[in-house]
């Protein structure tokens, strides 16, 4: 046995202990059944229709014997076949499993790690900043303010990788409510009222439905539409607009977020979701919030789109079921 | 007049650099301050000291920051000193957790030193008033 084979062996054990039953229980129950029922078959044929144990005697028995023989090694051979196919689903299931286990501790092990001299960083600084340890003059304080907003931008990328492991390695539970989605995109607004005044861009409301409400978690949806605003303020230059729209469309409740900034070219669309993907590298940002926002809504069993025009702006369309009872798995 | 005695803050945390962050932190607004490093130090320093808070840190060496707030919180001698927790730590409800557990605040680092300095008065002017 190779050392392959060795591993994909402990990785069946740790897998059907997580199951909590054995898989090949269920394998070996099956294939009783298909040995019990032909054997019944041919015992209630034997004696209730041929009436005689003769026909077990001379050439028609030996016929008997060998078609039973050949049967039941029939039956071991596909045995022996499908536990092996289910062997190796088995192992690679187990190794899928236990690689995004290893990617996940890694990330929760790293982030947590850097959050420790992060944090270290950002207070020493403030003290500095602050002349708790001596005088500062100006200049001094322009760099720690940037050391400050370096930190920050730290800090958010951190914060944003642990979110997305989170979501991708499902520890996340969702506490669904009926929310009232005009209600949660109310308060987003007013906590980006400041981002938006600064640039002089007008958020526009236009709520069709007030009381359109929807299953879901209000911190996870509430991250998804602060994501989808201040990205539609970060693009959008001075003086413009964002529009953030609720509307009923028949079972689905549709939330769009049209910005007037510079748009995205089609090629650059598709790259839109991936992590890390910034494609405008000017304007500060982690690179996750999208990848975050399309992950809260695809747990919420919706989807979003994105539709844009080169110097027309960017519309993001959120849609989500108002009743996850209508949704098929 | 008689000059008002300064609170006392336990920090329990076991990074240095944090440590000597926090105690500037709150050596600039006069507070007195107590270190330790790890869980059990923490326990017999709270215990000595009785301070007027406790800074604890979640991921502690010997026992870990949720023992040290049991342990706190089920002596009849330090039940009522506040204790704020500062972690690292991502887990789901584990903000819930402690406060059902007796913290009176949760902050996640990198914390905002300023937030936190106004929730350190905040606490300390209410449980002096009491």
Redesign the interface.
């Known amino acids: 046995m190779n050392k392959q084979d060795k591993t994909n062996k402990i990785d069946h054990k740790l897998v059907m202990q997580e199951l909590k039953e054995n898989p090949y229980k269920k394998l070996n129950l099956a294939f009783s059944l298909m040995v019990v029922v032909p054997f019944l078959v041919f015992f209630y044929l034997l004696t209730s229709r041929f009436f005689t144990i003769g026909i077990l005697i001379g050439n028609t028995g030996f016929i008997l014997a060998t078609a039973f023989f050949i049967s039941l090694c029939g039956f071991y051979i596909a045995y022996s076949i499908l536990k092996n196919i289910f062997s190796k689903i088995l192992a690679y299931a187990a190794q899928a499993k236990h690689s995004d286990q290893l990617k996940s501790t890694f990330v929760?092990t790293v982030?947590?790690e850097l959050?420790?001299?992060?944090?270290?960083?950002?207070?020493?600084i403030?003290?500095i900043f602050?002349g708790?340890?001596g005088q500062v003059n100006e200049e001094q304080k322009n760099v720690l303010g940037l050391c400050q907003s370096t930190?920050e931008r730290m800090?958010r990328l951190i914060n944003g990788l642990?979110d997305l492991h989170?979501i991708e390695a499902g520890?996340?539970?969702l506490k669904r409510n009926r929310l009232n989605l005009a209600e949660i995109s109310e308060k987003q607004i007013k906590e980006l009222q400041i981002l938006a005044d600064k640039k002089n861009i007008k958020i526009i409301k236009e709520f069709l439905d007030e009381s359109l409400s929807v299953w879901g978690d209000e911190d996870k949806l509430s991250q998804a539409i602060v994501n989808l605003l201040s990205n539609g303020i970060k693009f959008t230059p001075e003086n413009g607009t964002v529009t953030l729209k609720i509307y009923p469309d028949d079972k689905l409740v549709k939330l769009e977020c049209i910005d007037t900034g510079s748009g995205i070219p089609d090629d650059k669309i598709g790259m839109l979701f991936n992590k890390f993907e910034r494609l405008n590298a000017t304007k500060e940002g982690t690179g996750l919030g999208l990848a975050i926002t399309k992950d809260i809504v695809e747990m919420h069993r919706g989807k979003i789109l994105v539709e844009s025009q080169v110097g027309q702006g960017s519309k993001f369309i959120v849609v989500l079921p108002r009743d996850l009872r209508l949704v098929k798995r | 007049m008689q000059e008002k005695a300064a609170k006392k803050i336990l920090i329990v945390e076991d990074?240095k650099?944090?440590m000597?962050?926090?105690a500037?932190?709150f050596?600039?607004q006069g507070y007195l301050i107590i270190a330790a490093y790890d869980s059990l130090f923490g326990i017999s320093s709270a215990h000595k000291e009785k301070p007027d808070l406790i800074i604890l840190d979640l991921?502690l060496p010997a026992g870990g920051g949720l023992y040290v707030l049991e342990n706190l919180k089920n002596s009849v001698e330090t039940f009522d000193i506040p204790v704020l927790v500062?972690t690292?730590?991502?887990g789901?409800d584990l903000e819930e957790k402690v406060k059902q557990m007796g913290a009176i605040a949760y902050f996640h680092?990198?914390?905002d030193?300023?937030l936190l300095l106004n929730k350190i008065k905040s606490i300390l002017n209410i449980s002096s008033k009491a």
């Open positions: 929760a982030s947590h959050k420790n001299p992060l944090s270290s960083i950002k207070i020493n403030y003290n602050a708790f340890i930190i800090a642990l989170k520890v996340i539970d | 990074e650099e944090l000597l962050g926090l500037t932190l050596k600039s991921g500062l690292a730590q991502q789901i680092k990198p914390f030193p300023e």
